[in-house]
């Protein structure tokens, strides 16, 4: 009985180890049968093993192709089947991706971040009237929260219209009108009151939900 033991370290490495040894010696077996008619009705019966370990999906067709798919990669590509959808070739996945060009912004403010040259390009392409004025004024009051929650405790509201000034590329002018943005104490009061309700939530959910227990 000893000398029929099998190791791990002496069999065959699994191609996909989340299917298993089983799984492996199901399509192995499959690859061995000379009869295609045979081979495409295991192939059947594995496929429905497979996605009895998703029973959630084993019926969305998505990810029934991924099923057959994986078939084909745990039998090293040498079972000879009909599948339903396009069989993959080992070069198709051996294939490096091309490259995924991510969006390099490097803006000169970075602590207002992107969404707010967002804002400030939508309000740049509106009418002139109230309802832009009012968006221009609040994208201003944001800088101006954003500027305090990474700089000083305190900025004035001429800078962040010439902040806005330089973004908007001269389209949004504040720097000589007669408006007032948020007092500072204002916006850094709001953030401490957040700051302090969160921490206390957080201290309210943690265990003997914050009583003393004597």
């Not at 509201?157 to 007669?178: P, R």
Request: hydrophobic fraction near 30%; proline fraction near 5%; charged fraction near 30%.
């Amino acid at each position: 009985m000893i000398d029929n033991l099998e190791y791990n370290t002496e069999r065959p490495k699994l191609i996909i180890p989340e299917y298993g040894r089983h799984i492996q010696k199901m399509v192995d077996y499959a690859i061995s049968l000379e009869d295609r008619e045979e081979r495409n009705k295991i192939a059947k019966s594995i496929i429905a093993v497979m996605g009895n370990l998703n029973p959630h999906l084993r019926d969305v067709p998505d990810f029934q192709h991924k099923l057959w798919d994986q078939l084909f990669i745990i039998s090293d590509f040498k079972l000879e089947v009909d599948s339903p959808y396009p069989v993959p070739s080992e070069e198709e996945l051996s294939e490096r991706p091309e490259h995924l060009g991510y969006p390099q912004n490097h803006p000169k403010y970075r602590f207002y971040g992107n969404n707010i040259k967002r804002m400030i390009d939508v309000a740049i392409g509106w009418e002139e009237g109230d309802m832009k004025d009012g968006l221009v004024l609040t994208i201003a009051n944001h800088m101006k929260k954003c500027f305090l929650n990474w700089n000083k405790d305190t900025v004035e509201d001429d800078v962040i219209f010439q902040h806005l000034f330089e973004l908007s590329d001269g389209k949004l002018n504040l720097k000589n009108s007669d408006e007032d943005l948020s007092a500072s104490s204002e916006l850094l009061k709001n953030k401490k009151r957040y700051s302090s309700s969160n921490g206390k939530k957080g201290k309210k959910g943690g265990r003997g939900g914050g009583r003393k227990r004597y």
